[in-house]
């Protein structure tokens, strides 16, 4: 476990996990402002040219590692990183109250658990009967975590989603479309591709940007809008050029397994910044999801993976 925790591949990743803590407060409150649309295409038009501008830093001078990445990146990686920033952003900004917020928060943050069992199939790794309770009790503790201090229970949870289906359906395709893209950014980028984020993050904010031409929406820039836009710009391509780097070079199980810990960080700052209240059941939340992301890591671990063949470039 300590040379998991030293590597600075796998550190990158916790590193994403602390940035992406601010998401969804910050995401919320930036739609409530301008609307999903503006929002997300200013915050990726921010984030990809702070993306390019580190991206030319480092490569000044010498070949452009880009020009390699393989059409499976490009198209199926690509789609995937593009659907997922869409459909979090429509799901955060068509939740009807700021207490729904957690319930759709809840539902996005199935993706470490998605990203753990799509590795089983994707990346030909193995795991032992002990995955299963682990997943339970890291779930069990992200919807404790996630609707603490609202009594929320499974019913009222399924009498929401009848209420809102867009946001909920919305949010369950964003889980499922980041753990689809964590596995096969493994699989068909590898650890030597360079310049995936840059293209990814810069390609959202322009089909944000033709989507928002073509419904316009209505909004306020007001000095809170920009910074908070610009923060969150900056984040999105930080933690994204650090989870990338994670999973094409890190410890993808250790990671995703970290990252169940990113809906206790996120509910906190939610609470804080959307003045949100917080309740009791959130520090249970926090001892389930330690359980289970240990038993997660430890269920599917290095010593059981079978190695994928060499691809081959396209």
Known sequence: MSKVLLDRNTAAGLGAILIWSTSIALVRSITEQLGPLTGAAAVHLVGGAFCWAQYFFR???GALPFLHLRRKFLLGCGSLFVFYMLALYLAVGL????????????INYLWPALTIVFSLFLLHKKANLGLLPATILALAGVFLVLTQGQRISISSLFANVSGNPPAYTLALAAAISWG???????????????GGVELLVSATGAVFLIL???????????????LEVTFMGMATALGYLLWDLAMRKGDVVFVAACSYFTPLLSTLLISL????AAGV??????????????????????????????????
Not at 284 to 312: H, Q
């Open 59 to 61: 490569f000044r001078g």
């Open 95 to 106: 939740a009807r109250s700021r207490s729904q917020v957690l319930e759709i928060g809840l």
């Open 180 to 194: 689809l893209y964590s596995n096969l950014t493994r699989r068909w980028a590898g650890p030597r591709m360079e």
């Open 212 to 226: 928002r031409l073509l419904h316009p929406e209505g909004g306020s820039w007001t000095l809170r809008a920009v």
């Open 273 to 276: 910044y959307l003045q949100v």
């Open 281 to 314: 059941s959130l520090w249970l939340g926090c001892v389930l999801i330690v359980a289970g992301s240990l038993l997660s890591w430890l269920s599917v671990s290095d010593r059981n993976i079978t190695p994928l063949a060499k691809p081959k470039r396209i």
